[in-house]
């Protein structure tokens, strides 16, 4: 069975943190109440958030709100077609967000800002937000960045013609691994083990041991070769960043999708998932290479 490691994971783009306050209305109290009924509507604030008093109200808050969106992301494309870094993957930066409900994260920071909440309570709602906001902008660019680079990766996995016994063993324990584990999320997939192949659970936890062991000393041997000046103590944070976002059960499972017979929206689906991941843990892996480190 086929397993790719990622190499290139050190040299990552950066954008500057994207903000919407300039498109976001923060004074027109009866827009910041179609906000509030918005996010209700999406579950992304508490269903007795209270609005606020006014005198006026708009009748029509899912075309303002329309509008509002549209302006939002008019501008952060905009700003990324300014940089020779980020306007080839502007159109993509903007989909992720739009995905992410990045727009709506603006509105909510125009919420709790109007709000009657105290000084103290408001400050950590706002800074909670920020932080948000900050995380899925930086996310976007490290998702964009990679997504050809991954998207290759995940259909590499399907290229399993020419399976050998050894392969065929592989893929029982792998697949056994994912079923013991609960880490297959499809409810279309019907997993089931291969009743001609015979493996002792023994043996397959050795495969599974082997394969982790080798997928790290892959990644450390890839990592001295990209970085020789790299320190065992960026050696271990990397390591240990790839075990805390389980890495390798999600190269697992993704080699056992590979062969699920899954339509083409659930295949569009758990591709985008998959590139989401190991971006999330590509953004981990640079804090070992961050200053303070």
């Excluded at 906001?133 to 399993?160: M, Q």
């Excluded at 982790?212 to 990209?226: F, V, Y």
């Excluded at 790839?242 to 590979?258: D, P």
Aim: proline fraction near 1%.
């Amino acid at each position: 069975m086929k397993f790719l490691l990622i190499i290139s994971l050190i040299t990552l783009l950066s954008i500057d943190k994207l903000h919407a306050r300039e498109v976001i209305d923060y004074s027109t109290q009866s827009l910041i109440n179609c906000y509030i009924r918005h996010l209700k509507v999406l579950k992304r604030i508490e269903s007795n958030f209270p609005e606020l008093q006014t005198r006026n109200t708009i009748t029509d808050c899912e075309l303002r709100i329309k509008n509002v969106k549209t302006e939002i992301f008019k501008a952060v494309k905009t700003r990324m077609r300014k940089s020779k870094k980020t306007a080839p993957i502007a159109d993509c930066i903007v989909d992720y967000l739009k995905a992410e409900y990045w727009a709506e994260i603006q509105m909510k920071h125009a919420i709790y800002d109007a709000s009657a909440l105290s000084d103290d309570v408001k400050k950590q709602k706002i800074d909670e937000v920020r932080q948000l906001s900050d995380y899925e902008s930086e996310l976007a660019s490290k998702y964009c960045s990679y997504e050809d680079e991954l998207g290759i990766l995940y259909d590499d996995f399907y290229d399993n013609e020419g399976d050998t016994e050894d392969d065929k063993v592989t893929l029982y324990c792998t697949r056994k691994y994912v079923i013991d584990n609960g880490l297959l999320n499809i409810q279309s997939a019907n997993l089931t083990l291969d009743p001609d192949v015979e493996v002792a659970t023994k043996d397959c936890d050795d495969i599974i041991d082997t394969f982790i062991k080798d997928t790290e000393d892959s990644l450390t041997e890839n990592l001295r070769e990209e970085k020789p000046d790299v320190t065992n103590e960026q050696i271990d944070c990397t390591l240990q960043k790839y075990r805390n976002g389980k890495y390798t059960e999600k190269i697992i499972e993704t080699a056992v999708v590979a062969r699920i017979n899954l339509s083409s929206e659930e295949k569009s689906k758990h591709r985008r998932n998959f590139i989401k991941f190991i971006s999330v843990v590509i953004n981990e892996v640079t804090k070992c290479f961050s200053d303070q480190n």
